[in-house]
């Protein structure tokens, strides 16, 4: 059982800084500034011949697919996006020999995930899995990967085992990097990125306490807005996906940008948007649109870093510590977890079993 924790999610989430530390283990390279993934079973020709990447997952796994196609396309320099594996093989997707699959997929079992895999498989593709239960299906399907070591996860929002998707596409992303263009100074940096983030995560965590009222004001919300960009899309998509699945409320996920294109006509006191605003070289766009929002007396919460000033907008704000801008969107998604935890939890909602889901979806 969750022992002393009142949920298994709340278990869970507390248990990130040691899990990422499980996962990144014996994987790190200081000296070349690379990753070893004796798993994926690919030398460092076949990674080479890699032109294109896509991932495949569904839920969470999809949502962070995103943060790891990012990932892989900043740091390889490689095409990459990601898909959600419940449409993939419906609409006959043209499989290349020279891209890489990934499915990405906490129980290895989702139905949904497992057929694309087949489909890519049985189209003469190579599928990579990042899973974390060992011989599962999805693992057993696919032609290597990189197990997540996050350990049993129950509850139904995936926060753990998502932590260690994100981190599985770090080091995936510094391999395929490496052997490409990516410099020994960039590995090295990352290498050590990747090494600060479980004391950082650790450090959000801590922070739990100031962010309870923040998240039973938001469940108040009939329907709430999570915005980004670039790095933060996929984080925002994660943060709505978390809000929603757990507190019911309705949480739709735009890219700030678009926000101009539709959704603002929408804001007004009774829609909070929650806003990811990291410190890079979009903060000052990210911040004029705060002031769209602020300017329709729209509530707003901003998860960012010290460096980013707010300027006049009037906004909440939570503070998350820095690492490399590549690495920040997973230290930015630890405050979204304990934000849909905390609405959950003051709404009475049973969190680790939420009404209509189920932690893995077996059947189409
Ligand atoms: C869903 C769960 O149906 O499956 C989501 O409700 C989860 O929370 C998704 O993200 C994918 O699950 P898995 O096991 O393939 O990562």
């Known amino acids: 059982d969750a022992g002393e924790h009142e949920s298994y999610m709340r278990k869970e989430m507390l ?3 040691t899990t990422a530390q499980a996962v990144l283990r014996g994987r790190l390279d200081d000296r070349f500034g690379t990753a070893h993934l004796g798993g994926l079973d690919m030398d460092a020709r076949d990674l080479r011949a890699v032109r294109r990447v896509k991932v495949l997952g569904c839920g969470s796994a999809y949502y962070v697919g995103q943060m ?3 990932l892989i396309e900043e740091l390889a320099r490689i095409p990459a996006d990601a898909e959600a594996a419940s449409e993939f093989r419906y609409r006959d997707p043209v499989i290349e020999p020279d891209t890489l699959y990934v499915a990405v997929s906490q129980s290895g079992e989702t139905i949904d995930t497992l057929l694309a895999v087949q489909e890519v498989r049985r189209k003469g593709g190579r599928c990579v899995g990042l899973v974390n239960v060992v011989g599962s299906a999805i693992a057993r399907e696919c032609d290597g990967g990189i197990y997540l070591h996050a350990g049993p996860e129950v509850a139904v929002a995936s926060t753990k085992a998502l932590t260690n998707m994100f981190l599985g596409f770090a080091l995936l992303a510094l391999q395929l990097g490496r052997v490409r263009d990516l410099s020994i100074a960039d590995g090295r940096r990352l290498v050590a990125g990747l090494e600060r983030l479980p004391a950082q995560i650790e450090e959000v965590l801590a922070g739990e306490d100031d962010l309870v009222e923040v998240a039973r004001g938001l469940a108040e919300a009939r ?13 925002a998509r994660e943060g709505a996906q978390k809000f929603k699945e757990i507190s019911y409320c309705h949480a739709e996920a735009y890219q700030t940008s678009e926000l101009k294109h539709g959704p603002l006509a929408l804001i007004d006191p009774d829609v909070p948007t929650v806003a990811v605003v990291p410190h ?12 769209e929002i602020a300017a329709r007396q729209g509530p707003l919460v901003v998860v960012t870093h010290e460096e980013v000033d707010l300027g006049e907008v009037g906004a909440r704000r939570i503070v998350v510590p820095r690492n490399e801008p590549e690495l920040d969107p997973i230290l930015l998604t630890i405050p979204l977890q304990l934000l849909a935890y905390h609405a959950a939890q003051h709404l009475g909602h049973d969190i680790d079993k939420p009404r209509n889901l189920a932690k893995s979806v077996t059947v189409e």
């Open 68 to 70: 790891g196609a990012g």
């Open 15 to 17: 248990e990130q800084p």
């Open 280 to 291: 890079d070289e979009l903060t000052e766009r990210n911040v004029a649109a705060l002031h």
């Open 223 to 235: 329907s709430l807005f999570f915005i980004g960009r670039v790095r933060g899309f996929p984080v």
